[in-house]
Nanobody, 128 residues
Framework: QVQLVESGGGLVQPGGSLRLSCAVS????????IAWFRQAPGKEREGVSC????????YYTFSVRGRFTMTRDVAESMAYLEMNALESEDPAVYYC?????????????????????WGQGTQVTVSS
């Protein structure tokens, strides 16, 4: 069964770090791009980052560049989002999503409509 399961969310202080994980079932990261999206209350779901299937190239939306790093472990079927220097604009439910082939972005921001497999989300809260 094709499935994505996120984990690693939680409560962190401003300036702190979290690492989110996305466990992939029944398909290979060599064939599918994985992206992270986030949705804060009352806001649209927005793309955060993507790692491409073919060569592992990564893309980040402007607001997280230099703070977030996306990686993957193809053998373990895992994707990760390392989030550092978390800010008040970062709290949201974070979702991983997949699409066959390469990342689909607009100005390096993952485009929601191109991803057709979604996880259930994990909550990230930033508060002192």
């Amino acid at each position: 069964q094709v499935q994505l399961v996120e984990s690693g969310g939680g409560l962190v202080q401003p300036g702190g770090s979290l690492r989110l994980s996305c466990a992939v079932s029944d398909f290979s990261l060599e064939n599918y791009a994985i992206a992270w999206f986030r949705q804060a209350p009352g806001k649209e779901r927005e793309g955060v980052s993507c790692i491409s299937s073919t060569d592992g190239s990564t893309y980040y939306t402007f607001s997280v560049r230099g703070r977030f790093t996306m990686t993957r472990d193809v053998a373990e079927s895992m994707a990760y989002l390392e989030m550092n220097a978390l800010e008040s604009e970062d709290p949201a439910v974070y979702y991983c999503a997949a699409r066959k082939g390469r990342c689909a972005n607009v100005n390096s921001t993952p485009w929601r409509g191109a991803y057709d497999i979604w996880g259930q989300g994990t909550q990230v809260t930033v508060s002192s």
